[in-house]
């Protein structure tokens, strides 16, 4: 059975950082492409970063040069170290795992997700 485990989101400043990490199990994690998507309330869910197989990265606008997306094979876990955070990404903040090598933004391409992690950032 495939779990992804969302963790470290709270209620911070804006300006403060968070980090949040996706725990896997039931899956060959290096096999896998990983993402961080995120849904604010009354809005669709929208692509936040994703990293493949082999270390490559990608950033919505919105977050590029603030976010890092990391992953530790080793560990099965992907991280999303969050800077220099805004009102605007106060959202529930979810992992998702697509297989194969294909880096992609789109969230039906993705079969695993986890129950995401709520991250609030004050004014």
């Known amino acids: 059975q495939v779990q992804l485990v969302e963790s470290g989101g709270g209620l911070v400043q804006a300006g403060g950082s968070l980090r949040l990490s996706c725990a896997t199990s039931?899956?060959?994690?290096?096999?896998?492409?990983m993402g961080w998507f995120r849904q604010a309330p009354g809005k669709e869910r929208e692509f936040v970063a994703v990293?493949?197989?082999?270390?490559?990265?990608r950033y919505s606008i919105s977050v590029k040069g603030r976010f890092t997306i990391s992953r530790d094979n080793a560990d099965n876990t992907v991280l999303l170290q969050m800077n220099s955070l805004k009102p605007e990404d106060t959202a529930v903040y979810y992992c998702?795992?697509?297989?194969?090598?294909?880096?992609?933004?789109?969230?039906?391409?993705?079969?695993?997700w986890g129950q995401g992690t709520q991250v609030t950032i004050s004014s």
């Open positions: 998702a795992a697509r297989y194969g090598m294909l880096i992609t933004t789109s969230l039906d391409q993705y079969g695993y």
């Open positions: 039931g899956l060959t994690f290096s096999d896998y492409v």
């Open positions: 990293i493949s197989r082999t270390g490559t990265t």
